[in-house]
Every structure is written in structure tokens, then in C-alpha cells.
């Protein structure tokens, strides 16, 4: 450092600001110490200087996984604002495996982050969480999911139980009254939980019956989707519309309905949710709700750079129901029997 700041004119001070926070330091001052640095082959080493000051300068980012590219949109976002202040981002995908969360949140703070944004709190860590927050170990935000009031953590989600009463709502409101639900691992997810109770609710209030064999619960996959899709349309009474609670699993849905002959919407309706970039391009275009992905991520990071002590900062964004080919209106006289024949016949 010494040499990069003969090399620049300017003292150690100004090489370690110009590269450690370069909105202090003039724009031409910052440009003549890093044209310095980068002929000198220097590289600044950071957590050096996060030791130094006592705080570190990198952000943990859990998800489930990174091969989505809906959950890649929230990395953007979170990547974009953190490199604005200063911070790095070190990424792990879960895999929808609460063992291996678990172990990746324990090496992110062994690592002294000074943040963790977590996608959605699993049943098994939330009394976990809750402690990490109390005990100002990291900035703890969670993402993707609204956690329950008395939680006590900052979080940028929506209302995923009214998000899916609404999509419901919407294939009841084409006629539908056998909808199944393809939906995935509820039993560990909370933020999956609420979409299935979201499910329920508009039945109940409909006074339509919940019958558990219209459930199935698949980790978010297109071959998933198929399979449980299949499943579903192999019921001697099946569904008039399936809502699968992921786009990937419901487009897995709508190649399971192609294969078996089925048209759609015009003999099973099938709706998605998060209405991912390719969801638009399907044949036909998958109705689904909408969520900004980037803006959550760049919520998340505006919340994570604050320093661990910070209050509380919640937003609940909203979601916007889409609708598209894939669902229709359903014939509830006339027609029924005359499909119901056709299924069995294409599954054959």
C-alpha cells in the first residue's frame, strides 16, 4: 500500500479510502490510485481491513437454490446494491434441505458476516433465527416470505397465503370445483405452508370440501410437476384445474396433460406461480402470479449494509395475478361426464 501511494502522490490514508470507500475520495484522486495499484499487480486486501475497523463488509445469501432463475434475479438485486456500499456477497443454495441450511448458515457466521438475508424461515430454524437477531450476532433479513408479527426480524416477502388464495379464487371463478394442488415440501417450508392454507382458505370460503388426495407435495422440479401431475389425473375423479404452487413444477404439469392428451385449458386447467421469464413462452403461456424477484433482492441488501443494531425494517410487497392461456372456464353442466370419459380413454 505504501508503494501504490508513492506511486499515486497521496498518503496510505487516502490509498486505503480511495479503495475501501472511493465516494470519499475525489473521482480523480480514486483513479489515479487504482491505475497505481493495478501496475504495482496490488490487491487490497479487505479483510485486512475489515479486522482493522472491527466490522466486516460481506453479506451472507442463503437460497434454495441458484439454478432458478427466479431466485438468480434476487441475487442480482442483492448483488447490484451491496457492491454500491462496499460489500461482498458470499452465496449458498440450501437445496431445500434444512440439514444442509443449517450448515451453511453456521459457516456464514463463523466467517464473521455481517449479514444474513435467508430465504423464507424453515419450521426447524426459526426459534434459531429468532435468537441470532435478539443476540445482534448479523443483520438477519429474510426474503421471500412475510414471518409471523412477533418474530422480531426484518424482512422483504409478500403475503405468499394470500397470494395463493388468490389464484384460487381465480379457477373457482372459471367454474372450477375439483382443483388440485401441486405444492412443495409444506411439511418443512413455512413460506410453502402458507400457499397450501392459502389453497384452503378460498375452498373454504367457497364451501368447496378439501380433500387431501388433491394435495401432492413435490420439491419444485419439472419432472416433479410431471409426476405429481400424472398423479393427480390418474384419480378416477380427477381435477378440473391444477394450481401449482411453483412455475417450474407447473410447467412440468402442462407436458404431463400434453402426453396424456389432454387439451388445456380445455379439458384441466393449470395455473403457476412467481411467473418466471420463460413461463410467458410456454404453450400455451402459463397463468401465474407475479413477483419482483430483483426488487426483493435489492430491498434485502439496503436492509442488510445497515449496521447490526438497526431497527427493524419490514415491506410486504404486492403480487400481481397474471392470466394467461393456460386456464379457462370450466362447463359445470353438460359437459362433465363427457371429459371425465375422455381423461380415462387418453390414459389408457
Not at 410456454?282 to 413477483?291: E, H, K, Y
Amino acid at each position: 500500500m505504501r508503494e501504490v501511494a508513492r506511486r499515486a502522490k497521496v498518503s496510505v490514508a487516502t490509498v486505503s479510502r480511495a479503495l475501501r470507500s472511493p465516494e470519499q475520495v475525489s473521482p480523480a484522486t480514486v483513479e489515479r490510485v487504482r491505475r497505481a495499484a493495478e501496475e504495482l499487480g496490488y490487491v487490497y486486501n479487505a479483510t485486512a481491513s475489515d479486522i482493522l475497523r472491527g466490522r466486516s463488509t460481506v453479506v451472507g445469501l442463503v437460497v434454495p437454490t441458484s439454478s432458478s432463475t427466479l431466485f438468480g434475479e434476487t441475487i442480482h438485486g442483492v448483488q447490484d446494491v451491496t457492491a454500491e456500499h462496499g460489500f461482498s456477497v458470499i452465496q449458498g443454495a440450501s437445496r431445500y434441505d434444512d440439514d444442509r441450511e443449517e450448515r451453511l448458515i453456521a459457516s456464514l457466521l463463523e466467517r464473521r458476516v455481517h449479514a444474513l438475508i435467508l430465504t423464507g424461515v424453515t419450521l426447524r430454524n426459526e426459534a434459531r433465527i429468532r435468537r441470532l437477531a435478539k443476540d445482534h450476532c448479523a443483520r438477519i433479513v429474510v426474503v421471500w416470505e412475510k414471518p409471523k408479527a412477533d418474530v422480531g426480524i426484518s424482512y422483504v416477502g409478500f403475503d405468499n397465503r394470500s397470494a395463493a388464495e388468490r389464484m384460487t379464487n381465480h379457477l373457482i371463478g372459471l367454474g372450477h370445483r375439483r382443483i388440485g394442488m401441486i405444492v412443495g415440501p409444506y411439511s418443512r417450508s413455512a413460506r410453502v405452508k402458507h400457499r397450501l392454507e392459502g389453497y384452503r382458505d378460498a375452498l373454504d370460503k367457497a364451501g368447496l370440501p378439501f380433500d387431501p388426495d388433491l394435495v401432492v407435495e413435490r420439491r419444485p422440479d419439472l419432472l416433479e410437476g410431471r409426476e405429481a401431475m400424472n398423479s393427480l389425473m390418474s384419480q378416477e375423479e380427477p381435477p378440473t384445474a391444477v394450481f401449482a404452487a411453483s412455475d417450474l413444477l407447473a410447467i412440468g404439469a402442462l407436458k404431463a396433460a400434453r402426453l396424456r392428451g389432454l387439451s388445456v385449458p380445455g379439458d384441466v386447467s393449470i395455473a403457476g406461480f412467481d411467473d418466471m421469464n420463460f413461463s410467458a413462452y410456454q404453450d400455451p403461456p402459463i397463468t401465474t402470479m407475479r413477483v419482483d424477484a430483483y426488487r426483493i433482492g435489492q430491498l434485502a441488501a439496503q436492509i442488510a449494509v445497515e449496521p447490526i443494531g438497526a431497527p427493524v425494517r419490514n415491506y410486504c410487497l404486492d403480487c400481481d395475478l397474471v392470466i394467461r392461456g393456460s386456464t379457462g372456464r370450466y362447463a359445470l353442466s353438460g359437459a362433465t361426464d363427457e371429459r371425465l370419459q375422455t381423461r380415462e380413454e387418453n390414459s389408457k
